[in-house]
Antibody, heavy 121, light 105 residues
Framework: EVQLVQSGAEVKKPGESLKISCETF????????IAWVRQTPEKGLEWMGIIWPGNSETKYSPSLEGQVTISADKSTNTAYLQWSSLKASDSAMYYC??????????????WGQGTLVSVSS | DKQMTQSPSSLSASVGDKVTITCRAS??????LCWYQQKPGKAPRLLIY???TLQTGVPSRFSGSGSGTDFTLTISGLQPEDFATYYCQQTFVTPPTFGPGTKVE
């Protein structure tokens, strides 16, 4: 059974660093892209970026590039999303999701349960 | 980024009703359109991809149609477990973008 299990909720102060995780089970980790999606009441669902764990190739949303880092560890089948300096505006629910595509189609078929990040002084 | 709009933003329905939700992409997105269902406190769940292909395990009362810029999600015979928020998403270009959602209550 495919599962994506995310790390727990975080409460941080502005300027602090953070790394959240997404551990995967039940499929070949290096053969599917993993994306991160942010959700806030103000902006809804936003695709942040994606990684191919096989070679760590990453693509970022232009609006977020430079603000976050996506990485993956093949030895633990885990993807990560990290910040070096959090802002209050980073407060959101974060989801990891597996991406699969083929000829003429593209889907995000399995999702983690979400990690709530709260940033406040 | 490609812009997605949905209508209505919310609707009131009863069990057994036929519900239709519309999504518009600007500009053109061919058939690279997915629909997701999200319940409070849960992650989105993929219902339909390629505008009209039902994801494995999704009940057949859900259907999708459309191409180009205009798409529709239909629930034929609303069930109690279908009260949720529904999002469309284009996957034609990167970054993939989501609509603002339609809450079925």
């Amino acid at each position: 059974e495919v599962q994506l299990v995310q790390s727990g909720a975080e409460v941080k102060k502005p300027g602090e660093s953070l790394k959240i995780s997404c551990e995967t089970f039940g499929y070949s980790f290096t053969k599917y892209w993993i994306a991160w999606v942010r959700q806030t009441p103000e902006k809804g669902l936003e695709w942040m970026g994606i990684i191919w764990p096989g070679n760590s190739e990453t693509k970022y949303s232009p609006s977020l590039e430079g603000q976050v880092t996506i990485s993956a560890d093949k030895s633990t089948n885990t993807a990560y999303l990290q910040w070096s300096s959090l802002k209050a505006s980073d407060s959101a629910m974060y989801y990891c999701t597996r991406h699969e595509d083929g000829l003429g189609w593209s889907i995000f078929d399995y999702w983690g349960q979400g990690t709530l990040v709260s940033v406040s002084s | 980024d490609k812009q997605m709009t949905q209508s209505p933003s919310s609707l009131s329905a009863s069990v057994g009703d036929k519900v239709t939700i519309t999504c518009r992409a600007s500009p053109y997105t061919d058939v690279h359109l997915c629909w997701y269902q999200q319940k409070p406190g849960k992650a989105p769940r993929l219902l339909i991809y390629r505008a009209s292909t039902l994801q494995t395990g999704v009940p057949s009362r859900f259907s999708g149609s459309g191409s180009g810029t205009d798409f529709t999600l239909t629930i034929s015979g609303l069930q109690p477990e279908d009260f949720a928020t529904y999002y469309c998403q284009q996957t034609f270009v990167t970054p993939p973008t989501f609509g603002p959602g339609t809450k079925v209550e």
